[in-house]
Nanobody
Framework: QVQLVESGGGLVRAGESLRLSCVASGRIYTIGTMAWYRQAPGEQRELVAD???????NYADSVKGRFTISRDNAQRTVYLQMDSLKPEDTGVYYC???????????????WGQGTQVTVSP
C-alpha cells in the first residue's frame, strides 16, 4: 500500500520559516511530478509548487521568491522550504504525486493527509 505522509507544519509568526516534508512509502519504483497544494479556510485547494521527474519547478505567483520546492528521489521525499511567511500563507498543506510506478502497476493522483500551517501577524 502506498501512502504519502507529510510533516513539518506548525504555528509561526510572520517573517519566520517552516520546512515541510512528504515521504512516499510502499513498494515504489518510479515517481512522477511531486507537488504541494494548500487550502485556506473557505477557499479552494490551490497549487503552491511542483517539481517534475526531470527537476523542472513551477511556483504560484504568490510564493515566488519565498518558497523553494525540492525532491530527493532516493528518499522518495519532497520538501517545501517556506521563508518570509505571511498570514495569507495559512492553510492546510497537502502533498500530491500525479503518478507512481509500483509492483502492482501505476497509481495516479495520490494525496497526503495534510499538515496545518498557521502564520500569525
Amino acid at each position: 500500500q502506498v501512502q504519502l505522509v507529510e510533516s513539518g507544519g506548525g504555528l509561526v509568526r510572520a517573517g519566520e520559516s517552516l520546512r515541510l516534508s512528504c515521504v512516499a512509502s510502499g513498494r515504489i519504483y518510479t515517481i512522477g511530478t511531486m507537488a504541494w497544494y494548500r487550502q485556506a479556510p473557505g477557499e479552494q485547494r490551490e497549487l503552491v509548487a511542483d517539481v517534475n521527474s526531470g527537476g523542472d519547478k513551477n511556483y504560484a505567483d504568490s510564493v515566488k521568491g519565498r518558497f523553494t520546492i525540492s525532491r530527493d528521489n532516493a528518499q522518495r521525499t519532497v520538501y517545501l522550504q517556506m521563508d518570509s511567511l505571511k498570514p495569507e500563507d495559512t492553510g492546510v498543506y497537502y502533498c500530491h504525486i500525479d503518478r507512481l510506478g509500483t509492483q502492482y502497476g501505476p497509481l495516479y493522483d495520490r494525496w497526503g493527509q495534510g499538515t496545518q500551517v498557521t502564520v500569525s501577524p
